[in-house]
């Protein structure tokens, strides 16, 4: 049992690259805490500094309040679960999980009670007596947990466990890994890029992007009050919908236009707008944002008039059985030809979740509902939000869009500077170039000079 505690952590490599930044974050005991995000946005390096098999460049890192920067892996009271499994070939079941305990020198009786129990945990007693390369992805990875387990650490780090199995089995170890943790009552720390695995199994989440840490929150305040633009398409499948938009209309009766639609936003999410004056008719650009589960095609709901309805054309019906997939387009003004323009360009694209009963087909043109009581807004610039959870919310996103806007000018300024920089190297060398031209063709003159010389002297004797 152990509560951690990581301050600015940084984590940069001798190549100069910056894999890292200021990584703050407190973790309590008995914590199921989940680093989520793409490829390469740091969630492994971070998870690697905590157990201690990575230097931390800066920051501290403590463990029950005791500062560990400097302190070695093992000493550390951490075990580590990998995405390979990482298990002796030529040990049985039973050694591989005993042998951390061996290295420790317990007793055979404590160790034998220990592994026997903890394989019966996770139902793996009949394996005991094979080796690695005579179980299942799943049971290996069960023997892995098991390792670990057995050890009774007082923090459990596992680097994305779940990534080598099939989708069946990865929904069942889920659920393994979760009523394990409440079984041991204590420390998780998980790593995943997969956004339903953080959802279902983490009490917060850690979303990271880049190295940053994007927000750290519950699971479900994530996906209704996302801060930023990267947070709120990252979670959720099928991801929101986005839309280039602005806002206008009256302080008591704000509209989101976006293409050829205007959708009227509810009194509530106006009064929730952070600095309303910055966007209302101001021609400021903001993205809308609305999840595919709060579109709507069912004719009673469309026809109540309670909801916003835009009309849509259907390209694709993707039935699924338990919900169907409506993938279609808006009417949007500046909306290419669809065989003129890539999926990721097209500002029409819509995917909408409706009723697995839905009679839409593909080819349709109908009017869809919005819920917009469960939209999103966006500052195009800064892609931050602009919309509050509550009233008290409200400076805490003015700060972030402060914070947002002032990175955004240190970036702009990092940029001009680097092209101030090519700009110059590129003219060094061109006049380097000119230079060596010059030399050679005035070379080139003498040699030409010489030669006429010769000829002219070759004439005057004959």
């Known amino acids: 049992m152990a509560s951690l505690n990581l ?63 400097a302190r070695a892996p093992k000493d550390r009271d951490i075990a580590m679960v990998f995405q390979n499994y990482a298990l002796y070939p030529h040990m049985t079941v039973y050694d591989n999980m005993a042998f951390g305990l061996k290295l420790r020198k317990m007793p055979k009786a404590v160790i034998d009670q220990k592994v026997k129990e903890t394989a019966r945990i996770l139902g793996i007693e009949m394996y005991l007596s094979r080796k690695p390369k005579a179980l299942s992805g799943g049971q290996r990875q069960r023997v892995a947990l ?12 596992l680097d994305e466990p779940l990534s080598n199995l099939d989708a069946k089995l990865r929904s069942q170890m889920r659920t393994e890994i979760t009523k394990l943790h409440n079984r041991l009552a204590t420390t998780f720390i998980y790593v995943t890029h997969d956004q339903v695995e953080a959802m279902t199994m983490g009490t917060r989440i850690v979303v990271m992007k880049d190295g940053f840490m994007q927000q750290v929150d519950t699971p479900m305040n994530l996906y209704d009050h996302p801060v930023n633009q990267f947070v709120a398409g990252f979670i959720g499948t099928p991801q929101m919908n986005f839309f280039a938009g602005e806002l206008v209309g009256k302080k008591n009766e704000v509209y989101v236009k976006f293409g050829k639609d205007k959708v009227l936003l509810p009194k509530e999410k106006v009064n929730l707008i952070v600095n309303l004056d910055k966007y209302l ?7 809308f944002g609305i999840r595919p589960e709060d579109i709507h095609d069912e004719p009673a709901l469309v026809e109540a008039g309670k909801l916003p309805c835009i009309n849509i054309k259907v390209d694709v019906v993707e039935a699924l059985g338990a919900e169907t997939l409506l993938y279609c387009k808006t009417e949007y003004e500046n909306a290419k030809n669809a065989n003129e323009v890539s999926l990721d360009e097209d500002v029409s694209n819509m995917i909408a979740r409706v009723d697995s009963r839905s009679t839409t087909k593909a080819g349709d043109i109908i009017k869809v509902a919005l819920d917009v009581n469960h939209c999103h807004i ?6 931050t ?4 959870r509550s009233e008290e919310n409200k400076e805490e996103i003015i700060a972030l869009q402060a914070k947002r806007e002032e990175e955004e000018a240190v970036k702009a300024a990092e940029e001009a500077k680097r092209l101030a920089a090519e700009e110059e190297k590129a003219r060094i060398k061109m006049e380097k170039k000119l230079s060596f031209f010059g030399k050679g063709k005035k070379a080139k003159e003498e040699v030409v000079e010489n030669a006429e010389e010769v000829v002219d002297d070759e004439a005057e004797e004959k």
């Open 7 to 69: 301050k600015n952590i940084y984590k940069v490599y001798p190549s100069g690259v910056t894999a890292v930044t200021d990584f703050t974050l407190d973790i309590d005991d008995k914590e199921f805490i989940v680093f989520v995000g793409p490829s390469g946005c740091g969630k492994s390096t971070t998870l690697r500094m905590i157990a201690g098999l990575e230097e931390i460049s800066s920051g501290e890192l403590y463990i029950d309040g005791q500062i560990v920067n």
């Open 281 to 287: 008719n101001t021609g400021r650009a903001i993205t």
């Open 378 to 383: 966006f500052d195009k610039e800064t892609e």
């Open 385 to 388: 939000t602009i919309l509050a």
């Open 146 to 157: 098991g390792r670990a387990i057995v050890r009774e650490p007082k923090v459990f780090l």
